[in-house]
């Protein structure tokens, strides 16, 4: 099956496995042939006609996503015919195309844009009026479709049937009134519909939420990894920190899927994609003692009365909060200053019931934070066994728990209105965190640790696949990575 | 590069320069020229003999300047026929303005033929370099800079930044 047939593209010699057609072996080898229908993992409908090229021996000029790569085959994308073929093929993708690229946000990452610019031809041959059709249609809570705008590729039905399996979109009418719509009595909504807005290869399928908020030229891309849940899917970040008046001063613009084969394929999840985009708000940046007296103290200091503070009572009644939001480094870290130093016996880092959610076949899983697969690897939840937020809730009740340490979880969300008088009556109360929450308002000691995309580090995922991500952001204020206020615990804590 | 030294001679002056007095006249020689060639063109354009107009001095800031008719000057909005701003906040001057003087930010248009439209647009005059690339880039015609204005003092910095409203003022 795994044959190596060799042919020519332009003069070079491309290999292609068994079965492939000239587009995907010219893809995979780098070579970038135009194309609007044929996605990967989408299927080669052969609609769009913008892959012509010219086959020696062949009396036309065929689509290349339809044919097969064969032994010793000659085929041209660059001619002269080429080029005429796939001009032609665009001039009538244009027909009814408003080219409203001002007001368009895939301006800057649109085909149409790319391949008019390429091929040059710059006159339209029109003399009708354009046909007119939908605009600005709210599909559903995350896409806006615009009809003129579409090139009926067909990606987006092929993805809601064979993809999200959700079958909500399809194209109605025929000729000039063709169009792309929502099936009758339907909505967009399925948890993978952000998806859409990547595949449309024009920009027919926006994102609603990013609608208008900046331009794709200032954006910054980073490779990352999702930290929605165990899955780890591999995205690109986006951020915008060159105009800082745009995106409403928000620093994270969207997050894109990054291929990956093993773990996410194309696809993300809508939970991962729109979940992170309030990432500034209510961000810590100082390192604070709230109680008795509120100061605002240096990491010295403030390390110094942690420290302290942590040997002021028997460990037996201390209690620690932490999750799957840990990378491995901050992990290692963890387990050295709480379990080989001071020697912590009450753990919570279990995803119940605050971290967990819905799953399903595709991508999505329960647990919603990355990494409780790299604590694991380090004796937490195999060696040590995680509390539940209830038996932590009777233990403080009975006073057998003094002092409790949350690293980025809020009590909160588990213990809803008996949160405050369990919180207030501990003794000494760390929050650790990138956020605001409860637990860190009525903590003694408040430290601001960096988010997920101001520092880089390492996730494990649910399948064992260690995945790196990069750094996209400055971190804030005074905020230091979590394994960076463990190490320095430790180093003071070390007899 | 290494450094080099390279001698250079210098100029070697005789009595008469070193006089000044011959440079002097040389250089009042000119003045006069053009004083009596200037007389003679506004004498003979009185006379209606010849059009070729003579030298005149603008009394400038007592007399308004005199501005060519491709001046870029300070910047306009321009408006729709129904007095909405034609700008839809395409953000290709922004884009391509050099000193990053412009600064807008969009919005949904309640017209879904406009569809998208500026919520604020500001050009930072203080820091503009009057290139007029912002004018040669907009897809839409909306941006001019002929509002015919070069006095754009202001007391502060901030005072220097146009907004919106104030760009579109006197534009009917
Ligand atoms: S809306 Fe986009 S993805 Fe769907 S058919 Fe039209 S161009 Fe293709
Ligand atoms: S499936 Fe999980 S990791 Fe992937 S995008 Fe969704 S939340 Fe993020
Ligand atoms: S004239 Fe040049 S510098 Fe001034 S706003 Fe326009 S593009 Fe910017
Ligand atoms: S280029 Fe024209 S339409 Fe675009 S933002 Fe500037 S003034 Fe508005």
Same mark, same amino acid.
């Given at each position: 099956m795994d044959k190596t047939l060799r042919f020519t593209l332009d003069g070079r010699p491309i290999e292609a496995r068994l079965g492939e057609t000239v587009l995907e072996a010219a893809t995979r080898a780098g070579v970038m042939i135009p194309h609007y229908c044929w996605h990967q993992a989408l299927g080669n409908p052969g609609n769009c006609r913008m892959?012509? =090229?010219?086959?020696e021996g062949a009396a036309k000029p065929q689509v290349s996503c339809r044919l097969p790569a064969r032994e010793g085959l000659v085929v041209r994308s660059i001619s002269p015919a080429a080029r005429r073929a796939q001009c032609s093929a665009l001039e009538f993708h244009l027909v009814d195309h408003p080219l409203d690229c001002p007001v368009c946000d895939q301006s800057g990452e649109c085909g149409l844009q790319d391949y008019y610019m390429d091929i040059g031809r710059y006159k339209s041959a029109m003399r009708e009026d354009k046909a007119h059709a939908g605009?600005? /249609?709210?599909?559903?809570?995350?896409?806006?479709? @615009?009809?003129?705008?579409?090139?009926?590729?067909?990606?987006?039905?092929?993805?809601? $049937?064979?993809? #999200?399996?959700?079958?909500?979109?399809?194209?109605?009418?025929? $000729?000039?009134?063709?169009?792309?719509? /929502?099936? !009758?009595?339907?909505?967009?909504?399925?948890?993978?519909?952000?998806?859409?807005?990547?595949?449309?290869? +024009?920009?027919?399928?926006? @994102?609603?939420?990013?609608?208008?908020? +900046?331009?794709?030229?200032?954006l910054d891309s980073t490779e990352s990894i999702c930290p929605g849940c165990s899955r780890g899917c591999n995205i690109f970040v986006h951020t915008s920190t060159r105009r800082p008046w745009q995106n409403q001063g928000r620093r994270l613009a969207r997050l894109k899927p990054r291929f990956s084969p093993e773990v996410n394929g194309h696809w993300i999840c809508d939970e991962g994609r729109y979940g992170f985009l309030d990432?500034?708000?209510?961000?810590?940046?100082?390192?604070?003692?709230?109680? !008795?007296? #509120?100061?605002?103290?240096?990491?010295?200091?403030?390390?110094?009365? =942690?420290?302290?503070?942590?040997?002021?009572? !028997?460990?037996?009644?201390?209690?620690?909060?932490?999750?799957?939001?840990?990378?491995?480094? @901050?992990?290692?870290?963890?387990?050295?200053?709480?379990?080989? *130093?001071?020697?912590?016996?009450?753990?919570?880092?279990a995803p119940e019931p605050d971290q967990a959610g819905t799953e399903d076949q595709l991508l999505r899983r329960r647990e919603k934070t990355p990494?409780?697969?790299?604590?694991?690897?380090?004796?937490?939840?195999?060696?040590?066994?995680?509390?539940?937020? @209830?038996?932590?809730?009777?233990?403080?009740?009975?006073?057998?728990?003094?002092?409790?340490? =949350?690293?980025?979880?809020?009590?909160?969300?588990?213990?809803? $209105?008996?949160?405050?008088?369990? /919180?207030e009556r501990l003794d000494l109360l760390i929050y650790q965190g990138p956020r605001q929450c409860l637990a860190g308002e009525l903590? &003694?000691?408040?430290?601001?640790? *960096?988010?997920?995309?101001?520092?880089?580090? &390492?996730? *494990?995922?649910?399948?064992?696949?260690?995945?790196?991500?990069?750094?996209?952001?400055? !971190?804030?204020?005074?905020a230091k990575p979590d394994w960076a206020i463990f190490a320095d615990l430790e180093r003071r804590l070390k007899p | 590069m290494a450094m080099t030294v390279r001698p250079v001679s210098r100029p070697r002056r005789g009595l008469l320069e070193q006089s000044y007095l011959w440079e002097v006249a040389r250089g009042l020689g000119v003045t006069f020229r053009h004083f009596f060639i200037n007389l003679a063109r506004h004498c003979l354009r009185l006379a209606g003999l010849r059009a070729e107009p003579g030298a005149v001095t603008i009394q400038y800031p007592d007399e308004p300047a005199v501005l060519g008719r491709r001046a870029r000057t300070r910047h306009r909005l321009l408006r729709r026929p129904d007095g909405s701003p034609r700008c839809t906040a395409c953000?290709?001057?922004?884009? %391509?303005?050099?000193?990053?003087?412009?600064? %807008?930010?969009?919005?949904?248009?309640?017209?879904?033929?406009?569809?998208?439209?500026?919520?604020?647009?500001?050009?930072?005059?203080?820091?503009?370099?009057?290139?007029?690339?912002?004018?040669?880039?907009?897809?839409?015609?909306?941006?001019?800079?002929?509002a015919d204005q070069v006095e754009l003092a202001a007391y502060s910095r901030g005072d220097m930044i146009w907004d919106m409203p104030a760009l579109m003022r006197d534009t009917k």
């Open positions: 892959c012509i =090229v010219e086959v605009k600005r /249609l709210a599909l559903g809570p995350h896409i806006m479709l @615009d009809q003129e705008r579409c090139i009926m590729c067909t990606r987006c039905t092929r993805f809601v $049937g064979q993809v #999200s399996k959700s079958h909500e979109l399809g194209i109605f009418g025929r $000729g000039h009134r063709q169009a792309v719509d /929502l099936v !009758p009595g339907r909505a967009l909504d399925n948890p993978y519909s952000g998806n859409l807005a990547d595949i449309c290869p +024009v920009g027919a399928l926006t @994102d609603r939420d990013f609608r208008f908020q +900046v331009r794709v030229w200032y990432f500034d708000s209510k961000r810590l940046g100082r390192v604070m003692r709230l109680k !008795p007296v #509120s100061e605002e103290l240096s990491w010295d200091r403030a390390a110094q009365e =942690v420290a302290a503070a942590l040997r002021r009572k !028997p460990v037996e009644g201390l209690a620690v909060a932490a999750s799957g939001a840990l990378s491995n480094e @901050d992990w290692l870290a963890f387990k050295e200053l709480f379990v080989d *130093t001071l020697q912590a016996r009450r753990f919570l880092f990494n409780l697969e790299g604590g694991k690897a380090l004796g937490f939840g195999t060696k040590i066994e995680s509390l539940g937020w @209830d038996s932590l809730a009777g233990d403080i009740e009975a006073g057998k728990v003094w002092g409790l340490y =949350v690293i980025d979880r809020d009590p909160a969300q588990a213990w809803g $209105g008996r949160s405050r008088e369990l /919180l903590a &003694h000691y408040r430290l601001p640790a *960096t988010a997920w995309l101001e520092e880089e580090g &390492h996730f *494990t995922n649910f399948q064992g696949n260690v995945q790196g991500y990069q750094r996209a952001l400055q !971190p804030l204020g005074a | 953000l290709l001057c922004e884009t %391509i303005c050099p000193a990053r003087c412009i600064r %807008i930010t969009a919005e949904e248009s309640p017209d879904p033929a406009v569809e998208k439209r500026a919520k604020t647009f500001d050009i930072d005059l203080g820091m503009c370099v009057f290139c007029g690339h912002c004018v040669e880039a907009c897809p839409v015609d909306a941006i001019h800079m002929d």
